[in-house]
């Protein structure tokens, strides 16, 4: 049984929920567009090419919305991600820009602290995220007014409060479209539009990141017990979701005696 077979069960609101995401990433295209005609997009989905993401990127390109879509390629990346990643540049009618990690600081992190630096501590699987995930994100986000994530309520208890936009950070508006989505409302899309996905949702995958950080979960575990299964449930995000103010206070509290 794949994961269409096992998931795509939608709500029996999903035409509202659907219509809604159409709303909220037609007003990103518009609040957001290029300043001059033909310029780049201010506003860019930022694709882990995992299925809400996949279900994102055909809706821009289906809309024909002038967004754009980065992946960041961490070189750590599934075989099977790196696959779809080029089937999304060679089929996307949007612009697919794909960020990595600088050489050099993966090198020298990998030298000092091991290929497996991360099992370690939480600090050394942060410091892997910050070079391989949050300094091409920076590079990914700059000259963006917006940006277009993938995020559900539904993926975690820290992402419980997820609003469909998001006006925190005072330097650019995030987008949720499918803030308010069900697992198998992701999965109905799927199916009905034959949407292609990564094939790691079919060995229980829900939650797909780097390859040496993701795992396959049981029958009943949480939608993200798959990433850093060896952490505490409350370190579980590598920085690219937390908000501001979340960073300040997670950096001041390591800096306490």
Known sequence: ???????????ANFEAKLAQTIKV??????????????GNPRVSQASSLGAEDVVISHLINHLQLDIGIFVLETGALHPETLAL??????????????????????VQFVAREGQDAMYRSIALRKACCQIRK???????????SAWVTGLRREQSGARADVPLIDTTDDSRVKFNPLADWRWGDVWHFIAQNH??????HDQFFPSIG??????AISLGEDFRAGRWWWEDEAAKECGLHVKPDEQAEATTERALP
Do not use: W
């Open 1 to 11: 049984m794949n994961a269409i077979e096992r998931n795509a069960r939608p709500s």
């Open 25 to 38: 990433l037609q007003q990103a295209a518009r609040e957001h567009a290029p300043l001059v005609a033909g």
């Open 85 to 106: 990643l080029e089937q999304l540049q060679t089929n996307s009618r949007a612009p697919v820009q794909v960020f990595t990690p600088a050489n050099e600081a993966v």
């Open 134 to 144: 949050m300094e091409p994100l920076a590079r990914a986000l700059d000259g963006k």
């Open 195 to 200: 949407v292609a996905y990564n094939p790691l």
């Open 210 to 215: 780097c390859a040496p950080c993701t795992r």
